[in-house]
């Protein structure tokens, strides 16, 4: 027997297991990519203008309400790159704070109507009933009102203010929810999962929070992002017509209202705070556009 034969093998050495899971921005990628285009543009754009409304007051160039009556409605320049509104304000400065207000308002006032509609919604499809009858039956009287008549009926009662604004149309903005999150219900609670669940002796509650909620889901984040233009123009018109965001605070509908009898000499104070709503606005729908559409194309591949 020889000597090699008798002495000990070298210990192999195990190379780490590489990681087959792509990175978070892989995957952030591969999400956006199997999206419509709409959502990555949306997405893109209503980032750059959130992150700009952040932050805002570590990067306007003036004080908002700082007023200099020797520089009112000057034009654009070095120092004002908007330049000026009637009382020497800075245009520049007045539409990044301005958005903060209602942006913040708008999104409050959906994300409280998405979460409350869609848990009323989803509790009177699965109890049925007597509770199903009455939640419908005041759904059906509130979605008659519109947002910005309740919205002046309680401004007219409490006084303007934000939680005035944002309570009154939440009141009637969780109705569309809780219509959707019924019939979303109504046709989940068909499924043999959901069957196959009560047969085993779940909770209503555990398989509302556990079923029915999380396959519903996605088509009410797609809806709430399209009525976010809707939230935002309600509020921006409260404001335009002085029931919203009070002065000295700025507000981009309150610059419209404030800038009409300018419009000729300095047009610049119209069009800045009109495109900022506008930009807003179409970014988020165009967000909720392209999960609608990756919603229609799944159920088409289901079929």
């Known amino acids: 027997m020889s000597i090699n034969h008798l002495a000990p093998s070298a210990p192999t050495i195990l190379e780490p297991a590489r990681s087959t899971e792509p990175s978070s921005v892989a995957q952030a990628i591969r999400f956006i990519r199997q999206r419509h285009w709409s959502f990555a543009v949306g997405s893109l754009l209503f980032l750059t203008i959130a992150v700009l409304l952040i932050i805002s007051p570590w990067i306007i160039p003036h004080d908002p309400s700082a007023q200099s009556l020797l520089r009112r409605l000057a034009g654009p320049s070095v120092q004002h790159w908007l330049g000026t509104d009637h009382l020497g304000r800075d245009l520049l400065s007045r539409l990044l704070i301005g958005g903060r207000f209602s942006v913040v308002i708008a999104a409050v006032t959906l994300i409280l109507g998405a979460v409350i509609g869609t848990l009323l919604g989803v509790i009177s499809a699965r109890t049925g009933g007597l509770t199903d009858e009455i939640i419908m039956r005041v759904v059906d009287l509130l979605i008659s009102f519109p947002d910005v008549i309740v919205a002046i009926f309680m401004i007219a009662i409490f006084g303007p203010g934000y939680g005035t604004l944002i309570a009154s149309l939440t009141i009637v903005g969780w109705t569309p929810f809780a219509r959707m999150a019924r019939g979303l219900t ?69 610059m419209l209202a404030e800038s009409q009898p300018f419009v000729e000499r300095a047009p610049l104070l119209v069009f800045a705070p009109g495109l900022a709503i506008f930009l807003t606005a179409l970014s988020v729908t165009w967000i909720g556009q392209g999960l609608e559409m990756k919603g229609r194309n799944a159920s088409k591949a289901a079929q």
């Open 186 to 254: 109504l046709e989940i609670n068909s499924r043999e999962y959901i069957k196959a669940a009560e047969v085993l002796g779940c909770t209503k509650t555990f398989i509302i929070f556990r079923h029915v909620i999380p396959n519903a889901i996605r088509p009410i984040a797609a809806i709430s992002f399209l009525r976010f233009g809707h939230k935002l123009i309600t509020v921006g018109g409260l404001s335009f017509l002085g029931l919203g965001v009070q002065p000295p605070n700025a507000d981009w509908a309150l």
